[in-house]
């Protein structure tokens, strides 16, 4: 996530600060909805439980710096995380999982953290973060690099067909841009009959894979009222 190879308004920024960006506008336009947000790294945390605060979500979401979490990718640990947290909600919830890497730490598979997810009825929209291969110039000619060497994109494929969600790819700021209006496509929130469908990992977002940190937002819906 530390990465300099997105670019915005013609200079050269992170990742995490362009996932933190679209992350944070993604979050306010959440009015209504019970947002937890869930790092992870080596190590999965809880930085924000489920709260309908979403300012105040938003305000941790921009205390998240790189390696926080420690080096190395623990997705199948972060879903377990979100597992837990989100066992005594009511109704439908839904988990957004952003990682710019591959699982490469803690103690559950992603797979099984995946099946285990989809008996509990939590779906997860996964997203991975990472540029296309391209040509650069250096000091031995034209050189081609990829900035999604890392990414495990069959994983996370896997993740979001498992538990009845969608996997995309974010190659760039507008393309996760995109991504976040689709999500709030598919899982609206509607005010009126309190009915609440959200997004990473991310949950969380799932937010830096390439150097060991990633980032989960979770997120749960629920209905009452006349759906009830």
Known sequence: MEE?????????VTRMAVVKGVLGRFIQARDGDRIGIVVFGSQSF??????????AAYSLLDSIVARMAGDGT???????????RL??????????????????????APDKAAELAAQAGLRIHSIGVGGVPRAVRG??????????????????????????????????RQALE????RLDELEPVTQGSRVVRPTTELYVWPLGLAFGLSL???????????AR
Do not use: C
């Open 87 to 108: 066992s005594h909600s009511e109704g439908e919830t839904v988990l957004v999982l952003l990682t710019d890497g591959a699982n490469t730490a803690g103690n559950v």
């Open 216 to 226: 989960g937002l979770a997120l749960s819906a629920w209905r009452r009222g006349a």
């Open 46 to 55: 809880v930085l924000s439980p489920m709260t309908l605060d979403i300012h």
């Open 139 to 172: 000091l031995l000619g034209m050189q081609m690099i990829n900035p999604a060497a890392d990414l495990d994109e069959n994983t996370l494929q896997n993740i979001a067909k498992t538990t009845g969600g969608q996997y995309f790819r974010a190659t760039d």
């Open 74 to 84: 623990a997705i199948g640990d972060a879903i377990g995380m979100a597992l837990k």
């Open 4 to 12: 300099l190879n997105f670019n915005v308004a013609g200079r050269q």
């Open 178 to 181: 995109a991504i976040y209006q």
